[in-house]
């Protein structure tokens, strides 16, 4: 409703089982935070493995936000993807 656009950045610890364990905020506008949070939190990674055993690892997680032809764009993202 706000229209607001921007990346938020949010920094991630996955456990051995590939399940979010921590996230921090590397940086974003404070009207996105909660929504990349709440989104980032959800995801579920193919656990890594190093000697055979299954073990955690951290990452960075980047979301675009953009209202501007969000139609047009997820119509090409479709397309190109399937």
Not at 12 to 31: A, M, N, T, Y
Not at 56 to 68: A, I, K, M, N, R
Not at 70 to 75: E, F, P, T, W, Y
Request: one cysteine or more; charged letters at 25%.
């Amino acid at each position: 409703m706000a229209r607001i656009e921007g990346k938020v950045r949010v920094s991630i610890l996955v456990d051995g089982k590939g399940e979010v364990f921590c996230i921090k905020v590397v940086s974003g506008h404070p009207l996105l935070v909660a929504v990349a949070l709440d989104a980032a939190r959800k995801w579920k990674f193919k656990p890594m493995t190093q000697d055979g055993k299954s073990v955690g690892f951290y990452g960075v997680l980047e979301f675009h936000f953009s209202t501007t032809n969000a139609d047009a764009n997820l119509k090409s993202c479709v397309d190109a993807h399937w």
